[in-house]
């Protein structure tokens, strides 16, 4: 007898959720497994910090932005508005590369080796709790935003951070999306799709199995762990302790992302591991060039460069982006 298995599957790269149905058997008694709940992580989430602020933070003292960082720009504002343009682009009309590169590089295909989960089920749980903690890492800046305005009342350096968090997950946005469709790598699953079509739910999607490079989870997970750790390094949200145990506690959830995209074959470690640099660099690097400054000193007003992920289908490297 066949059972119905019905699971929700995660965000891959910056794409939007989609709910299929599978077919497997099931003993005799179907069964549903819903693998992805969200919003129960950015709960606690919320709890944690709104804790944290109460139990740490002097509560009729706002926080303020430092008269020496330079505030939001309207060229950033141009910027960031053209990487959104081009994220919803790239996601919705560019054309996936279906004939990019096959297999690791250097020690992707050892790693990959040694991390693999064989076991179906325990790879989607492991699916669902780096997705998890991806969308926690979405939602954890905009948290913070909410207790920069609320708890410390300050709008202005809210409407700082906000405009810092676009600016970032902007830019990650469209380097995720452009990479993963443009050179178009194959997923390590997809050898094993081809003797178990049962192997990973998007076995057969040409679209979904050549997305490996860059991994936009790891991505846009490091991204949010940035811009955890740089405003907590420059303005006291919560206070005492509280700061670093939120930037440390964002670090380890994005190594816990990248470490369940290889463990489930659904990228190689030189995926995860660039992924990883670009992330910091567009959330925790960028604020600082921008804004922050590095170690307590203003940013100086200059041209400022970033390294983003390059490909054209048959080879990977690095390119230089500016902001002038």
């Known amino acids: 007898m066949i059972g119905n298995h019905v699971y929700l599957q995660g965000y891959r790269g910056f794409e939007s959720l989609r709910l299929r149905k599978k077919m497997y058997s099931a003993g005799g008694r179907p069964r549903v497994r819903c693998g992805l709940r969200p919003r129960a992580l950015v709960r606690?989430?919320?709890?944690?910090?709104?804790?944290?602020?109460?139990?740490?933070?002097?509560?009729?003292?706002?926080?303020?932005?430092?008269?020496?960082?330079?505030r939001f720009r309207l060229l950033e504002?141009?910027?960031?508005?053209?990487?959104?343009?081009?994220?919803?682009?790239?996601?919705?009309?560019?054309?996936?590369?279906?004939?990019?590169?096959?297999?690791?590089?250097?020690?992707?295909?050892?790693?990959?080796?040694?991390?693999?989960?064989?076991?179906?089920?325990?790879r989607y749980q492991l699916v669902s709790t780096g997705d998890m903690a991806f969308y926690a890492l979405f939602a954890y800046p905009v948290i913070d935003v909410g207790i920069a305005w609320g708890a410390r009342g300050s709008g202005d350096v809210a409407m700082q951070m906000l405009l810092i968090d676009w600016q970032s997950f902007a830019l990650s946005g469209a380097i995720a999306t452009l990479t993963q469709k443009r050179v178009g790598r194959r997923r390590p699953y997809v050898d094993d799709c081809a003797t178990d079509p049962d192997y990973d739910p998007a076995c057969g999607d040409d679209?979904?199995?050549?997305?490996?490079?860059?991994?936009?989870?790891?991505?846009?997970?490091?991204?949010?762990?940035?811009?955890?750790?740089?405003?907590?390094?420059?303005?006291?949200?919560?206070?005492?302790?509280?700061?670093?145990?939120?930037?440390?506690?964002?670090?380890?959830?994005?190594?816990?992302?990248?470490?369940?995209?290889?463990?489930?074959?659904?990228?190689?470690?030189?995926?995860?591991?660039?992924?990883?640099?670009?992330?910091?660099?567009?959330?925790?690097?960028?604020?600082?060039?921008?804004?922050?400054?590095?170690?307590?000193?203003?940013?100086?007003?200059?041209?400022?460069?970033?390294?983003?992920?390059?490909?054209?289908?048959?080879?990977?490297?690095?390119?230089?982006?500016?902001?002038?």
Request: proline share 4%.
């Open 207 to 324: 679209v979904q199995d050549g997305q490996s490079f860059v991994s936009g989870h790891t991505l846009a997970a490091f991204t949010g762990a940035g811009l955890t750790c740089v405003h907590h390094q420059h303005l006291e949200l919560y206070g005492g302790l509280g700061d670093p145990v939120a930037c440390v506690g964002a670090l380890a959830a994005a190594t816990w992302v990248a470490t369940s995209r290889i463990t489930t074959k659904n990228h190689y470690f030189s995926d995860v591991f660039v992924g990883a640099a670009v992330g910091i660099g567009s959330g925790y690097l960028l604020p600082s060039l921008l804004h922050y400054g590095f170690g307590g000193a203003a940013p100086a007003r200059q041209r400022t460069w970033l390294l983003t992920p390059y490909g054209n289908g048959t080879h990977l490297g690095l390119g230089v982006l500016g902001l002038l």
């Open 77 to 122: 504002g141009v910027a960031a508005t053209a990487l959104t343009g081009a994220f919803v682009a790239n996601t919705l009309w560019l054309e996936q590369n279906k004939d990019g590169p096959r297999g690791g590089v250097l020690i992707d295909d050892a790693v990959v080796d040694a991390l693999t989960v064989s076991d179906r089920d325990a």
């Open 44 to 70: 606690a989430r919320a709890l944690l910090a709104a804790w944290l602020v109460c139990s740490s933070a002097p509560a009729a003292e706002p926080v303020v932005w430092n008269d020496d960082w330079p």
